[in-house]
């Protein structure tokens, strides 16, 4: 038998018992732990010396991450993922009806099955540390809490505290734990044993009882109110469902089915609440959407851990200071992010304006991050003094890296990258943020061309999760771990491409986008193709991500992938005539929308039309064809980037969609959803629109390929990172 995950030690008339998963370096409820739960409470039963017990965490700053994920990839049938949740229900009202009542001592991350087994605990004591957070995230999987999760919260926090936990996946930090009654009590960790045991014995003693679960609610009236009667419960959970299918479009079954498992709760007995949470918990288990969240999550884990470049890897160098040249919107967006992960930053822009303009942006992000409660008036002064202005290199000669953000103009980035390696140290690497030239053109104009590669971030910096590292062929590989590990410390999602023109993310929007046009050409309205991408799970419509990124920008990089991968990427007429009419898009308040004086978007601007062919003599075009050419658009031209080598795998093709453009996340990104389409039937569907749209949809070698062997790009069952044996070709 493997060592326990638990450890018990006996002190006095108390239990302390220790979670702490043998060579993990986080806890996790795995099937060996729910035995050994079982097992403990059912030797608490026998042992009369023990009169309490103290739950707590044997890894430092780490309480118990939630359910072990990799144990739900084995689940075969919602019946079996039910009746694990049946054995959860059994266990923790086990635990909270026990003889020994526990105390749970919280100090570090509380999570999904966690968070529902201190809920069945007597007492909870949290460390106020800025570790501790408590959160049911389950529908960011396509799952509900099952283990008890959707009945025990609501009563003990109240129903709409508990629905922002239960629908959002939300941290909730220790302070605001305190406040919602989610937790009794606040210490500081160096005592949060000391106070549990303390509890403990109060329990023991008989000085303090096994309160009514919800003696902890602080809610105000209002609240009370609405959650102690049934049509105010009706109200806010029809409110809830209502805002919930505004957000999700309907695409993600989980909260609606987290809503029915909480209303199921008030609604006749006890048990009746716990057995649709268990019905639901197993449909859910089993469906497409949890498999894609799953897979994502595995995918961003899994690049976590990746050091970007191949064995042997070489170890990142420091990055302790940085140089942000422009300070224009991308610079600023940069330093901000650069600040809030504790890098000294100096900005460089051409003139006293335009510097004091970007320290102005970073200001104000910070300013809205504190108003966010993101940070305290302390974190944002120590913020802004790590960021400096000039417009003369002052502050570059000890720059371990520096992003470049000028114009996207490569005489410009060429003049730049020589001046600073002019000011800078020897050590110093410098990265551009093009969003279109080739990293080695850039390079040719270095001293240094080993110390140049590509970062490519996204906008808003501080919002969009990705970044793409773009070493060209010369680029050390020391400088590319660099670069991965300082794009993971300010906390984003990275993918190593390769350059040609595009990289990965922009090179498969372009297709897609281009499509887009191409159905204008055709007379479809804008707002049906909008309407249809979104229906398809897309955050904004291709045509309305024309007008934030710019017409301006679309109609040059548009030029650009139709220069480097000719007719295939060709830009539509209609692109191309509302381009040369001089409309911006959203920055001008003018482009296929109209906006406000605010810049916020409007109708249709129909006087766009006069410009399109057909003019405003629209025709239907069905949303399911939108949908299947958009789609393939992007997804064939992601099988191509695999295919030559931009992207190293299908999961760094998939997360960089998701993350960089917002591609459904149900749909797991372009290759989970050519696999789910079947690769022979995506060929084949290519093959059609291929005879009808030459040159354009022709299908990759690689899909013909693989659609010839029978092959996909991730197993089909088991973990879907591991490798099955039946690849893609390559
Ligand atoms: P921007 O026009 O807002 O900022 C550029 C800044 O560079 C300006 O403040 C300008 O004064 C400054 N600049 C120009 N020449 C300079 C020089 N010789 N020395 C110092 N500063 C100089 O442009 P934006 O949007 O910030 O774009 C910057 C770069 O980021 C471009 O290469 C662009 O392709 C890329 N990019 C832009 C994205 C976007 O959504 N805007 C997304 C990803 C990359």
């Not at 909270?96 to 007492?123: D, K, S």
């Not at 096994?210 to 102690?228: F, I, P, Q, V």
């Not at 335009?354 to 910070?366: K, Q």
Request: aromatic letters at 6%; glycine letters at 10%.
């Amino acid at each position: 038998m493997s060592e326990s995950p638990l450890h018990v030690e006996i002190r006095d008339d108390i239990a302390v018992i220790t979670v702490d998963q043998p060579g993990a370096a986080v806890n996790t409820i795995d099937r060996a732990m729910r035995d050994a739960f079982r097992q403990l409470f059912d030797e608490l039963e026998r042992d009369n010396r023990v009169k309490a017990a103290v739950l707590r965490s044997g890894k430092p700053d780490m309480f118990i991450a939630g359910a072990d994920i990799e144990e739900f990839l084995a689940i075969e049938s919602a019946r079996e993922a039910e009746s694990l949740s049946r054995d959860g229900h059994a266990l923790l009202e086990r635990i909270e009806t026990h003889r020994v009542p526990v105390v749970a001592a919280i100090g570090g991350p509380c999570l999904g099955g966690a968070l529902e087994t201190v809920l069945a605990c007597a007492w909870r004591v949290a460390s106020d540390s800025s570790s501790t957070v408590l959160a049911l995230p389950e529908v960011q999987l396509g799952l509900i809490p099952g283990a008890g999760g959707t009945q025990r919260l609501p009563r003990l926090v109240g129903l709409q505290a508990a629905l922002d936990m239960i629908l959002t996946g939300r941290n909730v930090r220790a302070k605001k734990a305190l406040q919602i009654g989610l937790v009794h009590e606040l210490v500081h960790p160096s005592i949060l044993d000391r106070i549990a045991l303390e509890r403990a014995r109060e329990f023991a003693s008989g000085k303090r009882g096994r309160g009514t679960s919800d003696g902890t609610r602080r809610h105000g009236a209002r609240e009370l109110l609405l959650d102690d009667n049934r049509l105010g419960r009706s109200v806010v959970l029809r409110k809830a469902r209502e805002a919930t299918l505004k957000k999700t479009h309907g695409h993600f079954p989980a909260p609606l089915a987290a809503l029915d498992a909480v209303a199921a709760g008030y609604s006749g007995s006890r048990e009746n609440g716990y057995r649709e949470e268990a019905r639901l918990f197993g449909e859910l288990a089993v469906s497409e959407v949890s498999r894609q969240l799953v897979f994502l999550f595995f995918a961003t884990t899994a690049l976590k851990k990746d050091p970007g470049v191949a064995p042997p890897v070489p170890e990142a160098l420091p990055v302790r200071k940085i140089g942000v040249l422009g300070a224009g919107f991308m610079g600023a967006g940069i330093a901000g992010v650069a600040v809030g992960a504790g890098t000294i930053v100096r900005m460089k822009d051409a003139d006293h304006g335009r510097v004091g303009r970007g320290l102005a942006a970073v200001r104000e992000r910070l300013d809205e991050r504190l108003r966010k409660r993101q940070i305290t008036r302390q974190q944002l002064l120590d913020q802004m003094t790590l960021l400096g202005g000039t417009m003369a290199y002052t502050g570059f000669d000890d720059v371990d890296l520096v992003i470049e953000a000028v114009f996207e103009d490569l005489d410009i980035k060429r003049h730049v990258l020589r001046e600073v390696e002019e000011v800078g140290p020897e050590r110093m690497i410098v990265a551009s943020n093009t969003s279109t030239i080739p990293i080695a053109r850039i390079a040719e104009a270095s001293r240094r061309p080993e110390r140049v590669l590509g970062m490519h971030f996204f906008s808003p910096v501080h919002r969009m999760p990705l970044l793409e590292v773009i070493p060209h062929a010369g680029t050390a590989p020391r400088v590319t771990a660099t670069a991965v590990a300082y794009g993971k410390k300010l906390g984003k999602t990275v993918i190593v491409v390769n350059d040609a023109p595009g990289f990965y993310v922009n090179r498969i929007l372009a297709p897609y986008v281009g499509e887009a046009g191409r159905l204008l050409d055709e007379g479809a309205a804008i707002d049906a193709i909008d309407k249809a991408m979104m229906d398809a799970g897309f955050p904004v419509g291709p045509i309305t991500l024309i007008d934030e990124v710019g017409l301006d920008i679309a109609g040059k990089s548009g030029a650009i992938m139709f220069e480097a991968f000719g007719e295939r990427l060709a830009p539509s007429e209609s692109l191309r005539r509302v381009v040369e009419s001089g409309r911006s898009g959203r920055k001008g308040k003018s482009g296929f929308y109209s906006y406000d004086e605010s810049g916020q978007k409007r109708d249709v601007d129909d006087s766009v039309y006069d410009l399109l062919p057909g003019g405003r003599e629209r025709r239907e075009i069905p949303p399911s064809e939108i949908q299947m050419r958009c789609l393939m658009a992007m997804a064939n031209e992601a099988a191509r980037c695999l295919e030559s080598g931009i992207i190293r795998s299908p999961r760094d093709g998939d997360v960089g969609a998701v993350f960089g453009i917002g591609f459904p996340p149900f749909r797991g990104g372009p290759f989970r959803y050519l696999d789910s389409t079947g690769i022979a039937s995506a060929t084949r569907i290519l093959e059609s629109l291929y005879a009808k749209h030459t040159p354009r949809f022709e299908p990759a070698g690689i899909l013909v390929e693989m659609a010839r062997r029978g092959t996909r790009f991730y197993p089909e069952r088991g973990h879907p990172l591991e490798p099955s044996g039946s690849g893609p070709a390559r």
